[in-house]
C-alpha cells in the first residue's frame, strides 16, 4: 500500500511568490491535514479537508489556503510569500479523521 | 487551553543505555496519546498509540509507553538504545469530546552517541 505522498520534495521561492504544494493520501484515506513544521514554532496545524470540504482550520492567515479534489488529493497553496513561511509543510491523511493520522515525508518550502 | 508538554527538548543518552522521554497533557477529559518519531528530512512515524485498554502499549522498535492517567503522562521508554534511535520524537494527544486534530508537543531530540 503506498503512503502518502508529497511533492515537489525541495521548493525553492522569492518573497512575494506564491507556491502550491500537492499531497497524494493513502488509498481509501478521505481526510487530508495539513501541518507547517519550524524550528521556532514546532508543529503547527494548518487546515483539514474531507470530502473535498475544509472541516478544521488552524490559526493562519489567509495567504495560507487549500483544497481537496474529489480522488481525495489536496493541494496547498501560500500566496505572498514571506521569509517567516520556510518550513517543513508535512501532509498527512487518515480514514476519516478520527484515527491516528499517516505522515508523507514533506515538502521544505524555503523563502528567499 | 488543551496542551500538550514535553519536558526535554533534547536528551543525549550513550548507546545501550535505558532512555525515557517525557509528556504530559492537560486535560480532564478521556484522551487518545501518539508517539511518533522523525528522522532527518522525513515526515512523521507512528511509534506507538493509546486508545484504550492496557496501560502500558508496546512499539515499534523496542519503544514503549505507559498511559498513567493520574499525572496525565504518556512517556516513552526504551530499555537500550542504538545509534539509528537518533531522531526527534513528538508526542501527540487527541482530547476526546472536542476536535479530533492531534495535539502536537515541540517534539524531543534523542541524540544516541557511541
Known amino acids: 500500500k503506498a503512503g502518502v505522498t508529497q511533492t515537489p520534495r525541495y521548493l525553492i521561492k522569492t518573497r512575494g511568490q506564491q507556491v502550491t504544494l500537492s499531497c497524494s493520501p493513502i488509498s481509501g484515506h478521505r481526510s487530508v491535514s495539513w501541518y507547517q513544521q519550524t524550528p521556532g514554532q514546532g508543529l503547527q496545524f494548518l487546515f483539514e479537508y474531507f470530502s473535498e470540504t475544509q472541516r478544521n482550520k488552524g490559526n493562519f492567515p489567509g495567504r495560507f489556503s487549500g483544497r481537496q479534489f474529489s480522488n481525495s488529493r489536496s493541494e496547498m497553496n501560500v500566496s505572498t510569500l514571506e521569509l517567516g513561511d520556510s518550513a517543513l509543510y508535512l501532509c498527512?491523511?487518515?480514514?476519516?479523521?478520527?484515527?491516528?493520522?499517516?505522515f508523507g515525508s514533506g515538502t521544505r518550502l524555503t523563502v528567499v | 487551553a488543551q496542551s500538550v508538554t514535553q519536558l526535554d527538548s533534547q536528551v543525549p543518552v550513550f548507546e545501550e543505555a535505558p532512555v525515557e522521554l517525557r509528556c504530559n497533557y492537560s486535560?480532564?477529559?478521556?484522551?487518545?496519546l501518539f508517539w511518533y518519531v522523525q528522522y532527518p528530512n522525513q515526515g512523521l512515524q507512528l511509534l506507538l498509540k493509546y486508545l484504550s485498554g492496557s496501560t502500558l502499549v508496546k512499539g515499534i522498535n523496542g519503544f514503549e509507553a505507559e498511559f498513567n492517567k493520574s499525572q496525565t503522562s504518556f512517556h516513552l521508554r526504551k530499555p537500550s538504545v542504538h545509534i539509528s534511535d537518533t531522531a526527534e520524537y513528538f508526542c501527540a494527544v487527541r482530547f476526546s469530546g472536542g476536535s479530533y486534530i492531534p495535539t502536537f508537543g515541540r517534539g524531543t531530540s534523542l541524540i544516541v552517541h557511541p
Open positions: 486535560s480532564s477529559v478521556s484522551v487518545y
Open positions: 498527512a491523511s487518515s480514514l476519516a479523521g478520527e484515527n491516528f493520522p499517516v
